[in-house]
């Protein structure tokens, strides 16, 4: 009976304790190009017990900006970011490149204004990588999805050297349904997209790409998956120019158990 009774007060104390209110900031390329990512994202944020919010006004981060010099712009847009977000518990990014910018290059906008670098230090604090923020924080050790055959992770640049993200997404993974997990010979190595790197030096970024696109179809996986939908919008698109039949998804898809949508790169039926 005593060992009912603290399993039962465990179980009272969960389901009595507030729910973290969560927002989830979308970002630029999953607002234009693939809405399903922000969706998914919603749905793993709910399952692990958070109330989530997407405020109407957040804007772009302003990593474009800042990677092309232009800190002025940057600043500007860091803080209408850091005003709209700032009441939040956590701020969560299906993105990190987009979650870096904001947990580590939003203080130093601010340098010359001490008022607004402790509110960019307190955004920074709370905001994190969408697969980094339910295992680290929310502890989530598993989903109930399913998906069929055989995938490949990539782990983006921004999301593995800046935050830390990589057991993260493969542990989850892990739980699904149907899922084999394969690994690239060189998972760690950029795609070639560096948001305006691509643009600045195309020559370069087109080698990078072949180059992991190669070892992509090498693994014979049917899937590809990552964190960051510019990396795989580069992919994708590297993959449809060689006439490769593998699928591209957001992790977040795959773990949501939303992948009624076409693959990234596919025309809808």
Known sequence: MALF???FGAYLRRMLQPKPRVALFVTCLVDLYRPNVGF??????EKAGCQVEVPEAQTCCGQPAYNS???????????????????????????????????????????????????AETLAA?????????TDVMGMEGVEARYEGSVVYHDSCSG????????????????VAG???????????????????????????????????????????????????????????????????VKVRHVAEVLAGMTEAPPIGDAAP
Do not use: W
Request: proline share 5%; net charge neutral.
């Open 126 to 134: 709370k905001t994190f990588e969408l697969m980094a923020f339910l």
């Open 40 to 45: 998914a994202a919603i749905r793993l944020l």
């Open 179 to 245: 899922l084999s997990l394969t690994e690239l010979a060189e998972p760690e190595l950029c795609c070639g997209f560096g948001g305006t790197f691509c643009v600045k030096y195309p020559d370069i970024s087109v080698r990078m790409v072949a180059d992991k696109t190669k070892d992509i179809q090498a693994t014979g996986a049917g899937t590809l998956l990552a964190g960051d939908l510019g990396c795989l919008l580069n992919m994708a698109g590297r993959l449809k120019r060689e006439g490769a039949p």
């Open 69 to 119: 010099g232009d800190r002025a712009t940057a600043r500007d847009l860091a803080r209408a970011v850091v005003d709209c977000f700032l009441g939040f518990d956590y701020v969560v990014v299906p993105s990190g490149s987009c979650g870096g910018m904001i947990s580590h290059h939003y203080p130093g906008l601010f340098d010359d204004d001490p008022q607004y670098r402790g509110r």
């Open 160 to 175: 593995l050297r800046e935050l830390g993200v990589k057991a993260q997404p493969r542990k989850l993974l892990a739980s």
């Open 5 to 7: 009774a603290d399993h």
